[in-house]
């Protein structure tokens, strides 16, 4: 019974290149959140995913950023043109239903 | 606004001390959950809390809803417990998790 995946673990990019996340949740997992965590601060909620739509987005930045979890595959979060302020890790998670979440290793992404 | 403070931010501890982190809320909760965070690492969760105690090996959690705060204490702390310890909060039917900005704990041999 394999844990939420997510790859790649470590992902470098250069200013204006785009940033694919992958997130796979949990067998039987539904709901996929993605959460972000800046360089000493905490985590952020970002986005919460069902099958095919999204739920909320409300921490989403307004640009570049989105996000899509698709009717089969895994959950993408996508970042267009990075700059250096999108470096951060990148957690995702999932749950069967709405509050027990299982989170993955994350993915940290380097903007250089 | 929905704040999650915890307290300390930073802690030293000596092989085998009692330790306690605690956390606080603003307004009324569904859920608590308390997460580990290993340097470089990734988030395991601890505990999920909506009432009263849980216990898992040296590790107690408990949740006082009136007074919106919940304690983490590790008894007979191990160097391997070094981790930052994160207390995450949700509120009424929302789905989002409110995060403290997590407690630094170190355990010196």
């Known amino acids: 019974n394999a844990g939420v995946m997510q790859n790649p673990r470590h992902l470098v990019r250069r200013r204006g290149q785009e940033a694919r996340l992958r997130c796979s949740p949990m067998k039987g997992h539904s709901h996929v959140y993605w959460y972000r965590q800046l360089p000493e601060e905490g985590l952020k909620f970002m986005v919460y995913l069902q099958k095919e739509n999204i739920i909320d987005e409300s921490g989403m930045p307004k640009e570049r950023f989105s996000a899509e979890f698709p009717k089969e595959g895994p959950s993408i979060l996508r970042i267009q043109q990075v700059v250096r302020g999108d470096s951060a890790a990148y957690f995702c998670?999932?749950?069967?239903?709405?509050?027990?979440?299982?989170f993955g290793p994350g993915t940290r992404l380097t903007v250089l | 606004k929905n704040e999650v403070e915890q307290s300390p931010q930073n802690l030293t501890a000596q092989e085998g001390e009692f330790i306690t982190i605690n956390c606080s809320y603003s307004?009324?909760?569904?859920?608590l959950h308390w997460l580990q965070q290993h340097p470089g690492g990734g988030i395991v969760s601890l505990f999920m809390?909506?009432?009263g105690k849980k216990k898992h090996g040296r590790l107690i959690a408990t949740i006082n809803i009136q007074e919106k705060h919940s304690s983490l204490h590790i008894t007979a702390s191990h160097p391997r417990d070094s981790a930052v310890y994160i207390c995450?909060?949700?509120?009424?039917?929302?789905?989002?998790?409110?995060f403290g900005t997590g407690t630094s704990l170190t355990v010196i041999p």
């Open positions: 809390l909506s009432s």
């Open positions: 307004v009324g909760i569904s859920a």
């Open positions: 995450a909060v949700r509120y009424g039917t929302g789905n989002q998790f409110y």
């Open positions: 998670a999932s749950s069967r239903v709405v509050g027990e979440q299982f």
